[in-house]
């Protein structure tokens, strides 16, 4: 039942974190940012907020300066829309899902490279020595 709780919770900060940013944060510094995930703690008195930012390491570390210096905006209004006895303390996290999918998608498309050029190379190639490698006996040198 508290796990429940707590995933609604998430979802509502989630959404009020979002609104947020879009509407009353007004940072320079902040860059285009996008809410992925929030995680509520078991008692409901932290929560961490993950997020990606569109751009450079530049842009990053910025945005990131922005959402520290807003936390306390943000948290103040979240303690009003959620009306719960406890606002949860905001902690913001650069969310690496993106870049590691980067990544990866990076690796696969290395290892399709390196697929095609042995499927080219052996497109034309023929076996070393005979068609068929395994020796034939004779039924005649068997009876011998």
Do not use: C, W
Request: aromatic fraction near 4%.
């Amino acid at each position: 039942m508290a796990g429940q709780r707590n995933a609604k919770v998430s979802d509502r900060i989630k959404v009020i974190v979002a609104q947020m940013l879009e509407r009353r944060v007004k940072d320079p510094r902040l860059g285009f940012v996008t809410i992925t995930d929030v995680r509520l703690t078991g008692d409901g008195q932290q929560a961490s907020v993950f997020y990606t930012v569109m751009g450079d390491e530049r842009v990053r570390t910025e945005t990131a300066a922005a959402l520290r210096s807003a936390t306390g905006l943000i948290r103040s209004e979240v303690g009003k829309q959620l009306a719960t006895r406890v606002t949860p303390s905001l902690e913001f996290f650069l969310d690496s899902v993106p870049e590691t999918a980067r990544e990866i998608e990076e690796a696969l498309a290395k290892a399709r490279a390196a697929d095609e050029e042995v499927t080219a190379r052996s497109a034309g190639a023929a076996y070393a020595g005979e068609a068929d490698p395994y020796k034939k006996h004779d039924d005649e040198d068997d009876q011998e």
